[in-house]
Structure formats: C-alpha cells, structure tokens
C-alpha cells in the first residue's frame, strides 16, 4: 500500500516537473501534446528568440509557464518582453498558424529559414515536392 502512494506522488510530482515531457515524435517530426508540430528558425540566436511582433503572430512561440524546468535537451529561453519559451539544444520552439491539423507541417522550408524538428531533433531542410507555405516571416 505504502509502495503504490509513494509511486501514485512520484508521478504526480514527475508530471508536474517539465512541460517538455509532452514533447512527442509523431511521424518523425516532434510535436506538442496535441500534435502540434514543432519549428526552429534560422535567424534565431542560441537561446534567443529572433522572432516577434508579426513574426510571433504566424509562428507563436511554444511558450513555458512559471515554475516549469527543463530536461532531456530542452531548455527555457526568456524572450525580450520577458516571457519564458521552450528551445530544445538551444533553439527556440515555435508553432505555425497556418497548421490547423495534428501533424500538419505547412511551415517546414518556408523562406528557407524555418524547419521542423526531425526525430533526430536536428532541424532539415525540406525536401517537399510542392512549394511550401509562404509566412512572409522569413
């Protein structure tokens, strides 16, 4: 009895510890808890959010809540107005509006400076056929 309160607390605690841990792979691109797929931007700096006004209104930035810490590579950037935002290996995370859908990538190569993060969490060029989404954030 004692056995299963002790684990039933060490997973309410552990839940409560990283938001990053609802970071998932799905179909090899990461993505949010809701499948929401996951970008970097080239223009942005190591741990620094390079992407606002306009920019964050077609890429919001995957934002971190207070009291909320990193693990396993991901790390929190606090952004120039002060909000706090996920990076994994550095690099701020960011959603594309015009990905409505669960796994919808529209945003991976748009102006050659947005990607996807690949399971191997390495951003990559887009190899689509079709011509990508064009943010006009680039």
């Known amino acids: ?30 993505t949010d808890a809701a499948g929401r797929t996951l970008y970097t931007f080239d223009k942005d700096a190591n741990n620094k959010s390079n992407c606002s006004g306009g920019c964050a209104a077609a890429w919001p ?11 396993a590579g991901f790390s929190i950037v606090t952004r120039d107005d002060g909000t706090k935002q996920w990076a994994k290996d550095g690099k701020p995370l960011y959603f594309f509006v015009a990905d409505v859908q669960p796994g919808d990538i529209k945003g991976d190569g ?14 990559r060029q887009a190899t689509r056929a079709v011509e990508p989404y064009r943010s006009g954030y680039y």
């Not at 009895?1 to 841990?21: C, D, E, G, I």
């Not at 748009?110 to 951003?123: L, M, N, Q």
């Open 1 to 30: 009895m004692l056995k299963l309160a002790l684990t039933a607390v060490a997973v309410v605690f552990s839940a409560n510890l990283a938001h990053a841990q609802t970071v998932s792979e799905k179909n090899g691109v990461l």
């Open 61 to 71: 930035p995957f934002m971190a809540k207070d009291g909320e810490r990193a693990n």
């Open 110 to 123: 748009d102006g050659g400076v947005w990607h996807v993060i690949r399971g191997s969490a390495k951003p």
